[in-house]
């Protein structure tokens, strides 16, 4: 294991972090009261007051009062955010809680309350504090998950949620960086119990990874890998594009009743393209959301040996559905429609999802 030795984050290391987002009208920062994501105020404030120029700072706190320390977390942040003179917004979660999937319930109800902060504020950019040890963690819970190429390339550095964009400036930087940062500054922050909670998923992957990181299996490594996996995935979705567009020539798109796509041609594509080819049109064109990897898979390799069979005489013609959508081969045409109404009762028999 190469030993990582924390160095605070300097402000010129700051300015580049942030650089790409200097022409922003605003930035609303998402500030919880933990290490990361006080550090990443304090470097943003250093950062704008460096500028003399930029955008708008906000600070805003979500309290999801589901911890008696909360609130007082809350004015923690907002009086620091004073002394660094930033203007700060605490932001309640008063809907009734789930009575399972509290962390993915309040996860929603976060991004939801900062989104409209951001409109409030006229901020095009939300940013919050992920750091690569997050990064880390979250490649390793997508490999548990049997996740592809694009889950395993876990965070994005940003993404667009209700016309904001959500940011992670810090997703390069190690944690134990931004509490050398903390450290050097003298700045307190809060402790969250429910990080250490062996009860959950990431708390018991964090300790997984001192033993991994022992073998190389390291927060950098794994947060280059997702790194590498972007570019990559990047490159793939430009390839399926492309064919996808190649594949109109030879006929209508997959969802014309009359058309459909020349079977052949999509079998002649490699396989990785033909998949994303057939994720995209079962998400465009079924009602029950983006279809599981596996049965894509699945489905696609019965779709391989059927236009493969498709030459010789008395082949059959093969309808499957799945995720709401109905996939087809007749006579050399592949199309994906919606698919029909599910009957009640009886043997539909055909039915792959
Ligand atoms: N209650 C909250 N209010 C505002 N922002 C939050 C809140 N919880 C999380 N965030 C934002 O989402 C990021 C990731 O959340 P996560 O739960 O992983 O971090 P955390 O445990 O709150 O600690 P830290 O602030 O050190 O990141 C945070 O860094 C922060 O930017």
């Given at each position: 294991?190469?030993?990582?030795?924390?160095?605070?984050?300097?402000?010129?290391?700051?300015?580049?972090?942030?650089?790409?987002?200097?022409?922003?009208?605003?930035?609303?920062?998402?500030?919880?009261?933990?290490?990361?994501?006080?550090?990443?105020?304090?470097?943003?404030?250093?950062?704008?007051?460096?500028?003399?120029?930029?955008?708008?700072?906000?600070?805003?706190?979500?309290?999801?009062?589901?911890?008696?320390?909360?609130?007082?977390?809350?004015?923690?942040?907002?009086?620091?955010?004073?002394?660094?003179?930033?203007?700060?917004?605490?932001?309640?979660?008063?809907?009734?809680?789930?009575?399972?999937?509290?962390?993915?319930?309040?996860?929603?109800?976060?991004?939801?309350?900062?989104?409209?902060?951001?409109?409030?504020?006229?901020?095009?950019?939300?940013?919050?504090?992920?750091?690569?040890?997050?990064?880390?963690?979250?490649?390793?819970?997508?490999?548990?998950?049997?996740?592809?190429?694009?889950?395993?390339?876990?965070?994005?550095?940003?993404?667009?949620?209700?016309?904001?964009?959500?940011?992670?400036?810090?997703?390069?930087?190690?944690?134990?960086?931004?509490?050398?940062?903390?450290?050097?500054?003298?700045?307190?922050?809060?402790?969250?119990?429910?990080?250490s909670d062996p009860r959950?998923?990431?708390?018991?992957?964090?300790?997984?990874?001192?033993?991994?990181?022992?073998?190389?299996?390291?927060?950098?490594?794994?947060?280059?890998?997702?790194?590498?996996?972007?570019?990559?995935?990047?490159?793939?979705?430009?390839?399926?594009?492309?064919?996808?567009?190649?594949?109109?020539?030879?006929?209508?798109?997959?969802?014309?009743?009359?058309?459909g796509w020349d079977a052949?041609?999509?079998?002649?594509?490699?396989?990785?393209?033909?998949?994303?080819?057939?994720?995209?049109?079962?998400?465009?064109?079924?009602?029950?959301?983006?279809?599981?990897?596996?049965?894509?898979?699945?489905?696609?390799?019965?779709?391989?040996?059927?236009?493969?069979?498709?030459?010789?005489?008395?082949?059959?013609?093969?309808?499957?559905?799945?995720?709401?959508?109905?996939?087809?081969?007749?006579?050399?045409?592949?199309?994906?429609?919606?698919?029909?109404?599910?009957?009640?009762?009886?043997?539909?028999?055909?039915?792959?999802?």
């Amino acid at each position: 294991m190469r030993d990582h030795q924390p160095q605070p984050v300097s402000l010129q290391q700051a300015r580049r972090l942030f650089a790409p987002w200097l022409d922003a009208p605003a930035i609303v920062l998402a500030v919880s009261g933990g290490p990361d994501s006080v550090a990443m105020m304090w470097l943003a404030a250093r950062w704008r007051r460096a500028l003399k120029r930029g955008p708008a700072l906000h600070v805003v706190t979500v309290d999801h009062r589901l911890r008696p320390a909360s609130a007082q977390e809350a004015r923690a942040v907002k009086k620091l955010a004073g002394e660094l003179g930033l203007p700060h917004r605490t932001l309640r979660w008063t809907d009734d809680k789930p009575s399972s999937g509290v962390p993915a319930a309040a996860r929603e109800a976060r991004y939801a309350l900062l989104a409209k902060a951001a409109r409030r504020a006229g901020a095009s950019h939300v940013f919050t504090a992920h750091t690569r040890d997050d990064q880390a963690e979250t490649v390793l819970m997508r490999l548990s998950r049997g996740s592809g190429i694009t889950g395993l390339c876990a965070m994005a550095p940003q993404t667009e949620r209700d016309g904001i964009m959500l940011a992670r400036p810090l997703l390069e930087i190690a944690k134990a960086d931004l509490i050398a940062t903390l450290d050097k500054a003298a700045i307190d922050f809060a402790v969250d119990p429910s990080n250490s909670d062996p009860r959950f998923t990431r708390p018991r992957l964090r300790r997984l990874m001192v033993e991994l990181a022992e073998e190389g299996c390291d927060a950098p490594n794994l947060a280059r890998l997702a790194q590498r996996l972007r570019r990559a995935d990047q490159a793939l979705q430009l390839m399926a594009e492309g064919a996808e567009r190649f594949l109109a020539l030879t006929g209508a798109d997959p969802r014309d009743r009359r058309g459909g796509w020349d079977a052949q041609g999509f079998a002649a594509l490699p396989a990785e393209i033909q998949l994303r080819l057939l994720l995209r049109w079962l998400d465009r064109v079924g009602i029950e959301g983006p279809a599981e990897l596996g049965k894509a898979e699945a489905l696609l390799a019965e779709l391989t040996e059927a236009i493969a069979a498709s030459g010789k005489p008395g082949a059959p013609r093969m309808r499957r559905t799945l995720a709401g959508a109905l996939v087809t081969l007749d006579r050399g045409r592949l199309r994906v429609e919606p698919a029909p109404p599910r009957r009640q009762s009886g043997r539909g028999g055909c039915t792959t999802s």
